[in-house]
């Protein structure tokens, strides 16, 4: 199947402190991409869509200028967390989308480990 | 409000046996479900899906059941193997302006014994 990757895997940083994380499809062009987020034993909870050259649709309670969100090209979106908190402290995971349809065709990546201290 | 559960947080199945992971959902307006692998460290993989207007879909090993009157759907790997054992998510989308976007339960880790 197709490839998503996430960069880092593992970020520790300051309460504060802003940390962008990177979302790409490494062999095909996303026309839409998720951003998820998940709690220890919890479900994955979806924060928002993001689709290529326009502003993310963000979930109900997910803060926008929070969590900021740029879907920039077709292989790349990065989801910031902007004055990032203690309780931001999650996995953040994203899938890519090879089209604007096809609920099997949703890809994740390896998701990245946010810890905020 | 949970509208996808996923009500055992771990099964333990022998090799070669049969594992059912069960899965409620409460939005009567999800049309499509999935389940997706976990293994640690990685992404969520997608296994197998099915219609609401299916009852039953099967890729191999794998069957998915749904019951819609119960709201309940539940997926069956017939033999299981020691590899089978990761995490199970199921997920559930509805149409129009929810398309594509998926609720997740909170997962169902299983372990396969040889």
């Given at each position: 199947g197709a490839v998503v990757s996430q960069h880092p895997s593992r970020?520790?940083?300051?309460?504060?402190?802003?940390?962008?994380i990177e979302c790409r499809s490494l062999?095909?062009?996303a026309?839409?991409m998720f951003w998820y987020r998940q709690?220890?034993?919890?479900s994955l909870?979806l924060?928002?869509?993001?689709?290529?050259?326009?502003?993310?649709?963000?979930?109900?309670?997910?803060?926008?200028?929070?969590?900021?969100?740029?879907?920039?090209?077709?292989?790349?979106s990065?989801l910031?967390?902007?004055?990032?908190?203690?309780?931001?402290?999650s996995f953040y995971i994203c899938s890519a989308s090879?089209?604007?349809?096809?609920?099997n065709e949703q890809f994740f990546g390896p998701g990245t480990r946010?810890?905020?201290? | 409000?949970?509208?996808?559960?996923?009500?055992?947080?771990?099964?333990?199945?022998?090799?070669?046996?049969?594992?059912?992971?069960?899965?409620?959902?409460?939005?009567?307006?999800?049309?499509?479900?999935l389940w997706y692998k976990k293994y640690p460290a990685e992404g969520p993989t997608f296994l197998?899906?099915?219609?609401?207007?299916?009852?039953?879909?099967?890729?191999?090993?794998?069957?998915?059941?749904?019951?819609?009157?119960?709201?309940?759907?539940?997926?069956?790997?017939?033999?299981?193997?020691?590899?089978?054992?990761a995490v199970y998510f199921?997920a559930?989308?509805?149409?129009?302006?929810?398309?594509?976007?998926l609720?997740f339960?909170?997962g169902?880790?299983?372990?396969?014994?040889?």
């Amino acid at each position: 199947g197709a490839v998503v990757s996430q960069h880092p895997s593992r970020v520790i940083c300051k309460s504060g402190t802003s940390v962008k994380i990177e979302c790409r499809s490494l062999d095909f062009q996303a026309t839409t991409m998720f951003w998820y987020r998940q709690f220890p034993k919890q479900s994955l909870m979806l924060m928002a869509t993001s689709n290529e050259g326009s502003k993310a649709t963000y979930e109900q309670g997910v803060e926008k200028d929070k969590f900021l969100i740029n879907h920039a090209s077709l292989t790349l979106s990065t989801l910031t967390v902007t004055s990032a908190h203690p309780e931001d402290s999650s996995f953040y995971i994203c899938s890519a989308s090879l089209s604007s349809g096809g609920y099997n065709e949703q890809f994740f990546g390896p998701g990245t480990r946010l810890t905020v201290l | 409000d949970q509208q996808v559960k996923q009500n055992s947080p771990s099964l333990s199945v022998q090799e070669g046996r049969i594992s059912i992971l069960n899965c409620d959902y409460t939005n009567s307006m999800f049309d499509y479900f999935l389940w997706y692998k976990k293994y640690p460290a990685e992404g969520p993989t997608f296994l197998i899906s099915i219609s609401s207007i299916k009852d039953k879909n099967e890729d191999g090993r794998f069957t998915v059941f749904l019951n819609k009157s119960a709201k309940h759907l539940s997926l069956h790997i017939v033999p299981s193997q020691p590899g089978d054992s990761a995490v199970y998510f199921c997920a559930a989308t509805a149409g129009g302006t929810s398309y594509g976007k998926l609720t997740f339960g909170q997962g169902t880790i299983l372990t396969v014994h040889p």
